[in-house]
């Protein structure tokens, strides 16, 4: 069984930063992509970012240029860098992770709050 454990969320002021972690505890190796997702309640789950195995990255238009994903191989984990955040960055920040046979797995989720 995967685990998927994120922290790092918080309250933090528009303009701000925080780094999302999502510790993994199978080796990175295992997985053909590692992402986060995003939900504000009342929305459906949004893709946010994506690294794939091949170490290529795919971000959501409205988070180009402000977060980076990225991870550390020895420790297992990805992370997620959020910088200038807006108050519409405001959700539940979620961990994902799917197998090269396509099995997926889901952090708890961590939740970010952008307000002054």
């Known amino acids: 069984q995967v685990r998927l454990e994120e922290s790092g969320g918080g309250l933090v002021q528009p303009g701000g930063s925080l780094r999302l972690s999502c510790a993994v505890s199978r080796s990175a190796f295992l997985f053909s992509d590692l992402s986060w997702y995003r939900q504000d309640p009342g929305k459906q789950r949004e893709l946010v970012a994506t690294l794939t195995q091949a170490a290529t990255t795919t971000y959501a238009d409205s988070v180009k240029g402000r977060f980076i994903i990225s991870k550390e191989d020895a420790l297992s984990t990805v992370y997620l860098q959020m910088n200038d955040l807006k108050p519409e960055d405001t959700a539940v920040y979620y961990c994902?992770?799917?197998?090269?046979?396509?099995?997926?797995?889901w952090g708890q989720g961590t939740q970010v709050t952008v307000s002054s």
């Open positions: 994902h992770a799917r197998t090269f046979s396509l099995r997926e797995f």
